[in-house]
């Protein structure tokens, strides 16, 4: 047996979950092969996110090695035919379904309209944005079954700025079979605003001590870590009751939920991306000597393999000489060829596994290139918008929302990437490109808000994005996309602020109800720029 040291990762295992999550759009039942699409492949690109190199080429390319001799082309036909009975995937004559366009091809609403397919289609061929679906690994209001004293504490931590109750109960337990069935319920109910815990004494045998517990069922409530309630019985009702009154505790109700705002509540939180792929060989032209740089000759390859045969069929390039490359090329590259080099990352990052990779240890690659671009005095029109659109193409990966989150600056960077950008009064696709990322951060920071009763964006950043939305919206009298989407932006940054905070007074003093109001007909009269002007920013800033 040949073992082989790849590395060792640093990444928090928070962050390999949430990558390994974004792979299951890759690695389907559907789409496994034993050929060419399997374990291995998987294992490569895993491995190419936590440690930057993949596995060896003589082991990736083994299954094909064995297809090439006569009796791999022997048998192939007779393990097609086994295969397809076990992933119902489709016989090699058919084209190959690829993950990334197929969630291309539902309805999606995008903040310069709802979108049919076949409109989704044209516009991504002329290079305008276009949604993906995002994959959320929010905790789905599960009960976590506790046998160790150690795992109480941990799930507890998880429920610091939330709420958590603990059920104690035991296998000998009669009474508390009773309260099982609801209490299941209740925590799916809930979902990710609390954490539900049952402990089994007999199993768990610190536990009761720890906690005093005396009989079972016993019931004991947290809110934000401190202790609240502690009863014991099975009654249903009870439980209901104190577990309401717990979650309300956690999140009292806000001003807004009064409003019924229907549709910008239903409204898809997708972000905004942009997949039209360059000619690539004119492109990489225009980046001189660097354009035969291994890892844009390995980037250009996989970026048409892609196209061709689809996400599934293709793997990763080697991501890390990519970042040693980008890393140099703001010192190096004249605009031209910067501009070029942009433009095919860019068009890379719309695959999850790439803008996944670059979440991980070398962030700090795109983190350089935006700095750059952002100060860059007199930037060329064409490198910042493809800057701006490479990204929007980040956060393809569910992975960019937490880095932003962790790291202040980078958030920061993107505002002011967005700020800048809304100032150009002489290209309106500059500006749609520009409300398409503000779009992205103020529904990823929405989603965040929503979902763990937190701010992803910090509120002085949210308070200079809103501002430039204000007063970039208040003189657009042209373009009806650019007009909705900064709309749209606009009333999700304000869509459950915080009560009395800056956000919502700076929204008050600029009369942000009279600027989205005057822009109705400009819009077409669309119902969701109907509500955030006339009952989320008429009413819900008072």
Not at 69 to 74: A, I, S, Y
Not at 338 to 351: G, P, W
Not at 485 to 505: K, Q, R, W
Request: glycine content about 4%; proline content about 6%.
């Amino acid at each position: 047996m040949e073992k082989i040291h790849l590395g060792t990762t640093q990444l928090p295992t928070e962050v390999i979950l949430e990558y390994v999550e974004a792979l299951k759009a890759t690695y389907t039942t559907e789409s496994y092969d034993l050929f060419s699409h399997n374990c291995n492949n998987f294992s490569h690109d895993f491995s190419m996110f936590l440690v930057g190199e993949g596995i060896p080429s003589h082991i990736t390319s083994l299954p094909q090695t064995v297809l090439n001799t006569p009796f791999g082309q022997m048998i192939k036909p007779q393990l097609d035919q086994t295969m397809r009975t076990i992933t119902q995937a489709p016989v090699p004559s058919q084209q190959k379904v690829d993950p990334l366009k197929a969630n291309n091809s539902s309805s999606q609403n995008h903040p310069n309209g709802t979108r049919t397919a076949a409109t989704r289609a044209t516009h991504a061929k002329n290079g305008t944005p276009t949604s993906t679906p995002s994959t959320s690994t929010t905790p789905d209001g599960k009960v976590h079954n506790v046998t160790e004293t150690s795992e109480i504490a941990d799930l507890l931590s998880r429920a610091s700025r939330t709420c958590a109750i603990i059920f104690f109960t035991s296998s000998t337990c009669a009474p508390c079979k009773l309260v099982y069935g609801p209490y299941e319920a209740l925590a799916a109910e809930a979902g990710p605003q609390a954490v539900f815990i049952k402990v089994d004494i007999n199993q768990a045998f610190g536990a009761a001590q720890q906690f005093d517990i005396r009989a079972t069922p016993t019931f004991i409530s947290f809110l934000r870590g401190d202790k609240q309630e502690q009863w014991s019985g099975a009654n249903e009702a009870q439980l209901r009751g104190n577990i309401r009154l717990l979650l309300q505790a956690a999140f009292p109700p806000h001003p807004h939920a009064s409003l019924k705002l229907s549709n910008l509540s239903r409204m898809s939180l997708a972000p905004v991306t942009y997949r039209k792929t360059p000619p690539l060989d004119k492109v990489l032209a225009k980046m001189g000597d660097a354009g035969r740089d291994p890892s844009f000759v390995e980037l250009k390859s996989f970026v048409q393999q892609r196209d061709n045969t689809g996400a599934s069929e293709t793997p990763l390039p080697n991501l890390t000489n990519l970042a040693i490359f980008l890393d140099t090329a703001t010192s190096r590259l004249p605009t031209e060829a910067m501009f070029a080099a942009v433009d095919v990352l860019r068009a890379a990052l719309i695959d999850a596994r790439i803008s996944g990779f670059f979440a991980g240890d070398k962030q700090e690659s795109i983190e350089k290139l935006l700095q750059y671009i952002t100060v860059l005095p007199d930037c060329p029109y064409n490198l910042r918008l493809v800057t701006i659109q490479l990204a929007c193409n980040l956060f393809t990966s569910t992975l960019w929302p937490k880095v932003l989150s962790m790291d202040p600056r980078k958030s920061s960077l993107l505002v002011q990437l967005v700020t800048v950008s809304l100032l150009d009064d002489k290209h309106p696709s500059l500006r749609v490109a520009a409300a398409s990322l503000a779009f992205n951060l103020a529904a990823a920071n929405f989603r965040t808000r929503r979902e763990e009763n937190r701010e992803l964006i910090l509120e002085s950043d949210q308070v200079e994005l809103a501002a430039s939305l204000l007063e970039t919206l208040s003189v657009e009298k042209e373009s009806k996309d650019v007009a909705k989407a900064l709309t749209l932006t606009i009333g999700l940054l304000v869509f459950y602020a915080s009560p009395g905070g800056e956000l919502l007074d700076m929204c008050s003093a600029m009369d942000a109800a009279a600027t989205v109001q005057s822009k109705e007909v400009l819009s077409g009269g669309d119902p969701v720029i109907n509500e955030i002007a006339r009952k989320l920013l008429g009413r819900g800033l008072r």
